[in-house]
Each structure stands twice: as structure tokens, then as C-alpha cells.
């Protein structure tokens, strides 16, 4: 963007809304949602797969390349997807500032812990150590 | 993604607020809209559900038996049933909100007919998936 440096300081804050970013949160909570359209629908399907087997035969699947692939996907893009999602929320309904700001912690903590543990359990399923 | 600095220029100038809740008629898509917010605040918690099965498989038998008997409970069943339905409303009023944002759907008897068929899709859907679920869950293993 080599506008930005023709913009005065005041022009470049002016309007980008609550979250004091711009655009860029929209189209990223659009991009999650699509592709979050198959990866969702493949997790489903492959949890269905699951259903009612031993501990053995699904680690064996969810180890699978393929699998292991789509979860790891579907974690991350979940996760970000989420992410915002719960930001807005959190935009939309907390005003007091010193709470906004525990709250926006909590997101940014909570989604880092469930993305990292889903992420990891994943791996470890993968390569088996 | 945030950043709590407000600078002097926005403080002089209060922020443009939208009306809330409270000013609209109720009507299908007002209730459509709440439950897109609802079911992703739902999912967004139901992800914890997602890497405790996860990581439960990762850990070894003993803590995959523990996560199955939660959700073979009846608590973990309703909070399965809730989640499944919440997971396939929120996709198909994702798919609502993709429609209108590219520019389609926006007269009154398209948006009824979005909003109708998000809740009757997201139920239709659920029951059939807990349908296959269960008849997954008594085929040969």
C-alpha cells in the first residue's frame, strides 16, 4: 500500500472502527468461513467415521496423513475464524475498557491453547512418538 | 488484532454507535441473525470439546475411555446434539451471510426464504447426521 504514506497520521486511524483495524478482520472472517466450509464438513465426516471404535483403530486414523492433514487445517482455520468471531463479541457487548481488555486476553489465550493442544495431539498422532 | 491506544483525536470525537437489539421488530431474520452470533459464541467453546477428543486420543486408551464416557453420558449427548446442531446452523447461515455479501438475496421474500431455510435446513440436517451416527455406531466395526 504506497497510499498510506501520502495519508496524514489522523487519516490513516479515521474510521477503521472498534477494533482499530480497518477492513482486514472482515475479509479475513470471510476467507475462514469458506474454506471453513469443507474443512468442517470433512471433520464431521470423519468423526462419524469414528464413532464407537477402539482407542487403537482411532489413532490409526486420525494419524493417517490425509486426516491428520484436514484436522490440522481445519484447527488452525477454526481457531482464527473463532478468534475473530469472539473479538466482535467481545466489541459489540463489553464497554468498559479494563474489562475489554481481560476479555480480549481471554480470547487471545484461550484460542492459542486450543489451537496449539489440537494442533500437537495431532502431530503426536502422526508421527506416533 | 486490537489496540487500546485511542489517540487523543478519537477521544475528542465520540465513535459512531449502531442502534441495538432493542429497536428492531421481531421478525425470522432478526431471529436468524441473534442465532448465527449464538451458535459461533456456542461453538467457539465447543472447540475445547474438539481438542479434548483430540488430545485424549493422543494421549493413550485410559484418557480416551474418560472422554467417551463424557459424551456417552447424557450430558455429553445433549451437549453433542446442541453442539452438532449449533455447528451446522452457524454453516449454513455462513452460507446465508456469503450469499448477501456477494449481492444477492436482499429482497424481502429472499431474505424469508434464507432465514427459513437456515432453521429448517439446520434441523433437517442434524437429525439426519444423528441418523447416520447411530447407524454408524451399530455397523461392523
Do not use: C
Not at chain 1, 28 to 49: K, M
Not at chain 1, 67 to 90: D, K, R, S
Not at chain 2, 36 to 61: C, D, E, K
Not at chain 2, 75 to 98: D, N, V
Amino acid at each position: 500500500m504506497s497510499s498510506a504514506k501520502m495519508r496524514t497520521p489522523l487519516g490513516r486511524v479515521r474510521g477503521r472502527g472498534a477494533a482499530h483495524s480497518g477492513t482486514s478482520t472482515f475479509w479475513h472472517q470471510r476467507l475462514t468461513s469458506v474454506a471453513g466450509l469443507p474443512l468442517t464438513i470433512a471433520v464431521i465426516v470423519i468423526a462419524v467415521a469414528l464413532l464407537g471404535r477402539s482407542h487403537a483403530a482411532t489413532v490409526q486414523i486420525l494419524g493417517s496423513p490425509l486426516v491428520a492433514i484436514i484436522l490440522l487445517l481445519f484447527i488452525l482455520n477454526t481457531a482464527y475464524h473463532g478468534w475473530i468471531g469472539v473479538q466482535e463479541i467481545i466489541i459489540d457487548y463489553v464497554h468498559e475498557e479494563k474489562l475489554k481488555l481481560l476479555a480480549t486476553i481471554g480470547n487471545v489465550f484461550f484460542i492459542f491453547l486450543a489451537a496449539f493442544a489440537g494442533a500437537f495431539a495431532v502431530l503426536k498422532l502422526s508421527f506416533g512418538v | 488484532m486490537t489496540n487500546f491506544d485511542v489517540g487523543a483525536a478519537a477521544a475528542r470525537r465520540p465513535r459512531p454507535i449502531s442502534p441495538h437489539i432493542q429497536v428492531y421488530r421481531f421478525m425470522l431474520t432478526y431471529l436468524m441473525s441473534g442465532l448465527h452470533r449464538i451458535t459461533g459464541f456456542f461453538l467457539y467453546f465447543g472447540f475445547a470439546l474438539v481438542v479434548w477428543w483430540l488430545v485424549a486420543a493422543a494421549t493413550g486408551p485410559n484418557a480416551y475411555a474418560a472422554f467417551q464416557w463424557f459424551i456417552g453420558s447424557i450430558i455429553g449427548e445433549l451437549i453433542l446434539l446442541g453442539y452438532s446442531w449449533a455447528l451446522i446452523h452457524h454453516m449454513l447461515g455462513g452460507i446465508r451471510h456469503l450469499i448477501w455479501d456477494l449481492i444477492y438475496g436482499f429482497e424481502p421474500a429472499d431474505r424469508e426464504m434464507l432465514a427459513l431455510a437456515t432453521i429448517i435446513g439446520s434441523v433437517v440436517l442434524t437429525i439426519l447426521l444423528w441418523i447416520v451416527g447411530f447407524l454408524a455406531m451399530g455397523g461392523p466395526r
